[in-house]
């Protein structure tokens, strides 16, 4: 009895921890949110510069409801959606490999640590070269910086498994194909989703860069355009968008991660 009733205990507790949690998670923004607004109307902040938060939502809702916002922020989410997958598949398949393989592991690392360091942005022009003024070169752009990303933190979890699993699958004598599907590929997950995490972050600071060259819409051409133009309360604007983007993204790959991985600790 005594055994149940602190059983008990203990879960009103946690759950009281956890709602105690949430509340603070929620409230940080709010409080920030507050503090911006009071010292824009204590004049303590230059509203000429950095607005305040009741000028953009005073923007921000026309934006909304005339489609425009919402228009350039599917456009952007298409780009960043196929410049995820075009980087991170390649990635997490090459650094399987190179994980399970020391000759390809020998064979690429030089590769990967000469121009993994080389800055996404300074071989736009190149970019632009190769693959045009079109989507292609947005997508690469986005591509190129995840794949480094998922492809080091693969290999990096494939390394980190146990040599005792790898030894068993010698044992039963599996294919190449099973040491991807049975042993490399589980027990990289938990470092993949890592990856992938950053390299969405990665993403969205790129698909900016990206749509600043020849590009007629996004929300990063929108970013470009208000500082052009100087409208501050347009550009937080497309901030607030990109920021909902990496929080949307974000929920979805712990969503995805918690399915794929429910063995993970949290």
């Known amino acids: 009895m005594n055994t149940t009733e602190e059983r008990l205990s203990q879960n009103r507790a946690s759950l009281g921890k956890e709602f105690w949690l949430k509340t603070f998670s929620f409230l940080s923004p709010l409080f920030l949110l507050f503090l911006w607004e009071a010292l824009a109307a204590l004049k303590l902040v230059d509203v000429r510069l950095f607005s305040s938060p009741s000028r953009i939502f005073k923007t921000l809702i026309p934006l909304v409801l005339s489609g425009e916002l919402i228009y350039h922020t599917l456009i952007s989410t298409m780009r960043i959606a196929l410049g ?6 390649p990635g997490v398949a090459l650094g399987l490999s190179m994980g399970l393989f020391p000759s390809v592991r020998a064979l690429l690392m030089p590769l990967v640590a000469v121009t993994f360091p080389i800055p ?3 071989i736009m022009p190149l970019i632009l070269i190769v693959f045009g003024l079109g989507e292609s ?5 986005i591509a190129i910086g995840v794949f480094y990303l998922v492809l080091i933190n693969t290999m990096a979890g494939v390394l980190n498994i146990d040599p005792i699993y790898i030894d068993v699958a010698k044992s039963f004598k599996a294919s190449r194909i099973q040491f991807y599907t ?7 997950l938990p470092m993949i989703f890592a990856g992938l995490k950053l390299g969405m972050g990665t993403a969205l600071l790129l698909i900016v860069a990206a749509e600043l060259s020849a590009a007629k819409a996004g929300v990063g051409w929108m970013i470009w355009r208000a500082y052009d133009m100087f409208d501050i309360e347009r550009m937080f604007c497309s901030l607030i968008v990109l920021a909902f983007l990496g929080f949307v993204f974000s929920y979805l790959l712990d969503f995805l991660e918690k399915i794929v991985i429910p063995w993970k600790k949290r």
């Open 120 to 122: 996404k942005l300074a």
């Open 182 to 188: 049975t042993v490399a590929f589980p027990g990289a």
């Open 137 to 141: 070169s947005k997508i690469f752009t």
């Open 84 to 89: 995820f997958l075009a980087g991170a598949i």
